[in-house]
């Protein structure tokens, strides 16, 4: 399903089956750079519900949903390429990812976010912990 935002000429799409990995790491390159394995990224993004922002044939923002169908679903991620910042586009990847999930969201947020989501209905609620480990190749 896609939507155009008047505003801003963003076309927006729920679930978008189409999205290649050499967009989303366009993307991910330009908010996180670092090295990625492409056949790595292709799974990922096939487990996820992905939500996209185009600026004509452009990738601007991507946020994804990971989840069990029932118990828990969260987002790994919201990336919008800086330059298009400050837009809305990440408040209207959020809400379509609302409506598109199929449970509550549960994510976290990084230090200075959480009025961002705050403002878009979401509460603080548990504490996140993580333990890393070095992305395979």
């Given at each position: ?7 801003t ?22 908010v ?11 799974d990922?993004?096939a ?26 679903g ?27 999930s ?23 609620s ?12």
């Amino acid at each position: 399903m896609a939507y155009l935002s008047s505003k801003t000429e963003i076309k927006y799409i729920v679930d978008d089956e189409d999205l290649t990995v050499e967009d989303f790491l366009g993307l991910a390159q330009k908010v996180w750079p670092g090295s990625y394995n492409e056949e790595r990224t292709h799974d990922a993004l096939a487990k996820t519900i992905n939500v996209t922002a185009w600026d004509e044939d452009v990738l601007v923002g991507c946020a994804r949903i990971l989840s069990d169908g029932y118990f828990f679903g969260t987002i790994p991620e919201i990336l919008v390429n800086p330059d298009y910042q400050r837009n809305g586009i990440g408040k209207r990847l959020m809400e379509l990812a609302w409506e598109v999930s199929p449970t509550s969201l549960f994510f976290g947020a990084q230090s200075g976010n959480g009025e961002f989501f705050e403002k878009l209905g979401y509460t603080k609620s548990m504490q996140s912990y993580s333990k890393r480990k070095s992305r395979l190749k």
